[in-house]
């Protein structure tokens, strides 16, 4: 996340730190979603979650175009990554079961 860098100073607390937090909680919650596989619904709570995580570096990636703090092409790039992170996490969900751990 190099391109946070360059964000004014007083974003620190603000527009960077929503952008480095909601862009980790994605991962997060993705790993805690894959350990939790016994349990369809504990599994779908939390790619639920990171699906809302992802949706949200969204909207701070668009906050950061407006303000002018990020370029428009690498925010597009993000944005499209995202995109391809919450059409993934979309398709687990419409197909659940398949993804659960089965219980012997």
């Given at each position: 996340?190099?391109?946070?860098?360059?964000?004014?100073?007083?974003?620190?607390?603000?527009?960077?730190?929503?952008?480095?937090?909601?862009?980790?909680?994605?991962?997060?919650?993705?790993?805690?979603a894959?350990?939790?596989?016994?349990?369809?619904?504990?599994?779908?709570?939390r790619?639920?979650?990171?699906?809302?995580?992802?949706?949200?570096?969204?909207?701070?990636?668009?906050?950061?175009?407006?303000?002018?703090?990020?370029?428009?092409?690498?925010?597009?790039?993000?944005?499209?990554?995202?995109?391809?992170?919450?059409?993934?996490?979309?398709?687990?969900?419409?197909?659940?079961?398949?993804w659960?751990?089965?219980?012997?």
């Open positions: 996340m190099k391109f946070l860098k360059v964000f004014p100073k007083e974003e620190t607390y603000s527009l960077t730190d929503q952008i480095r937090r909601s862009s980790r909680s994605v991962c997060a919650n993705l790993a805690e894959w350990r939790k596989r016994h349990y369809k619904g504990s599994f779908l709570l790619l639920n979650d990171a699906e809302a995580e992802a949706a949200e570096s969204q909207v701070w990636l668009k906050f950061a175009v407006k303000c002018q703090y990020l370029d428009l092409e690498t925010a597009r790039q993000l944005y499209s990554q995202y995109n391809q992170i919450l059409g993934m996490i979309v398709k687990i969900t419409k197909n659940v079961d398949k659960l751990l089965k219980k012997t």
